[in-house]
């Protein structure tokens, strides 16, 4: 398993920015392809957007093309998610995991970091 910390999650108005953090620790950070995942309240979890261990691709959910960019420091053993534009509707808890496409690769799972955009 990986152990996974996200952090930089908040409150923010409609149209505003956050950078979101991963610290992973347990497994070689570095070959794993890393992904972010959300949970709103009364949803289920969805995949939101993957990088590739080396960090020379990546691939987002539609409903955040544009907006999420997505990024790793190996170096730092930590994954990063810079959302701009945010909406109501990215109200969720952010969660990072290692992924099999846009499927999580472990069972376990961070706290998560809550990001709540107000109308």
């Known amino acids: 398993q990986m152990q996974l910390a996200e952090s930089g999650g908040g409150l923010v108005q409609a149209g505003g920015s956050l950078r979101l953090s991963c610290a992973a620790s347990?497994?070689?950070?570095?070959?794993?392809?890393m992904g972010w995942f959300r949970q709103a309240p009364g949803k289920e979890r969805e995949f939101v957007a993957r990088?590739?261990?080396?960090?020379?691709?990546?691939y987002y959910a539609d409903s955040v093309k544009g907006r999420f960019v997505i990024s790793r420091d190996n170096a730092k053993n930590t994954l990063y998610l810079q959302m701009r534009s945010l909406k109501p509707e990215d109200t969720a808890v952010y969660y990072c995991?290692?992924?099999?496409?846009?499927?999580?690769?472990?069972?376990?799972w961070g706290q998560g970091t809550q990001v709540t955009v107000s109308s």
């Open positions: 995991n290692a992924v099999r496409g846009v499927q999580p690769q472990f069972d376990s």
């Open positions: 347990g497994r070689t950070f570095s070959t794993y392809g």
């Open positions: 990088i590739h261990w080396s960090g020379v691709s990546t």
